[in-house]
């Protein structure tokens, strides 16, 4: 199966001082590094929503200015080149391989999308989305100033495979791949 993957690279840091979140270093390498690390072997093509080019990568502005995540995700499924685009915050620095493995393989002829829900929490920003079923509906909710990425997989227009908490300490016993990085305290 043949998927891009999407950093998320293009958010404001306002809690960290607008600092480029994807250039912090952790455990003596930067997040973008660790990210592109575990992506590399797993997709075809790896994608950069930000505001500043990122040498050796097809970087992508946000398609519409102040559209927050979404607006990020809409430029990436916009130049995917693929049947599936993995959208991955760029400030996840634990992310893991088998993490990423679960998510794609849970990618199949009946869903739209993959999600990772725990308990009564989404994490909308960890997701596999199919391009063609997605892409229109992002870019209609970017019209109406939907910018809720969450909302997108909750809202029930797509068919969303969730993986609950049970599946993933199964790979990630302590959840750690999920862990982002918001204010100091973080690092």
Same mark, same amino acid.
């Given at each position: 199966?043949?998927?891009?993957?999407?950093? $998320?690279?293009?958010?404001?840091?306002?809690?960290?001082?607008?600092?480029?979140?994807?250039? !912090?270093?952790?455990?003596?390498?930067?997040?973008?590094?660790? =990210?592109? /690390?575990?992506?590399? @072997?797993?997709?075809?093509?790896?994608?950069?929503?930000?505001?500043?080019?990122?040498?050796? #990568?097809? %970087?992508?502005?946000? +398609?519409?200015? *102040?559209?927050?995540?979404?607006?990020?995700?809409?430029?990436?499924?916009?130049?995917?080149?693929?049947?599936?685009?993995?959208?991955?915050?760029?400030?996840?620095?634990?992310? %893991?391989?088998?993490?990423? *493995?679960? !998510?794609?393989? /849970?990618?199949?002829?009946?869903?739209?999308?993959?999600?990772?829900?725990?308990?009564?929490? #989404?994490?909308?920003?960890?997701?596999? $989305?199919?391009?063609?079923?997605? !892409? @229109?509906?992002?870019?209609?909710? $970017? +019209?109406? =100033?939907? #910018?809720?990425? =969450?909302?997108?997989? %909750?809202?029930?227009?797509?068919?969303?495979?969730?993986?609950?908490? +049970?599946?993933?300490?199964?790979?990630?016993?302590?959840?750690?791949?999920?862990?982002?990085?918001?204010? @100091?305290? *973080?690092?």
């Amino acid at each position: 199966m043949l998927v891009s993957a999407l950093i $998320l690279a293009g958010g404001k840091a306002t809690r960290l001082g607008g600092i480029d979140k994807s250039s !912090l270093v952790v455990d003596g390498e930067t997040i973008f590094a660790r =990210q592109v /690390a575990v992506l590399t @072997p797993r997709v075809a093509e790896i994608l950069v929503s930000s505001p500043r080019p990122i040498a050796g #990568y097809r %970087t992508v502005a946000d +398609a519409v200015p *102040d559209g927050g995540p979404l607006a990020g995700i809409a430029a990436g499924l916009g130049i995917a080149r693929t049947e599936w685009l993995l959208v991955l915050a760029g400030d996840m620095p634990r992310i %893991t391989g088998p993490v990423i *493995d679960l !998510l794609l393989s /849970a990618c199949r002829t009946d869903v739209d999308a993959v999600g990772v829900r725990i308990g009564d929490l #989404y994490e909308p920003l960890v997701s596999v $989305l199919r391009v063609a079923t997605a !892409l @229109p509906m992002v870019r209609a909710r $970017l +019209a109406a =100033q939907l #910018y809720s990425a =969450q909302r997108l997989l %909750t809202d029930g227009d797509l068919r969303v495979h969730w993986l609950d908490e +049970a599946a993933l300490r199964a790979v990630d016993p302590a959840l750690r791949a999920l862990t982002n990085v918001n204010s @100091p305290k *973080d690092l």
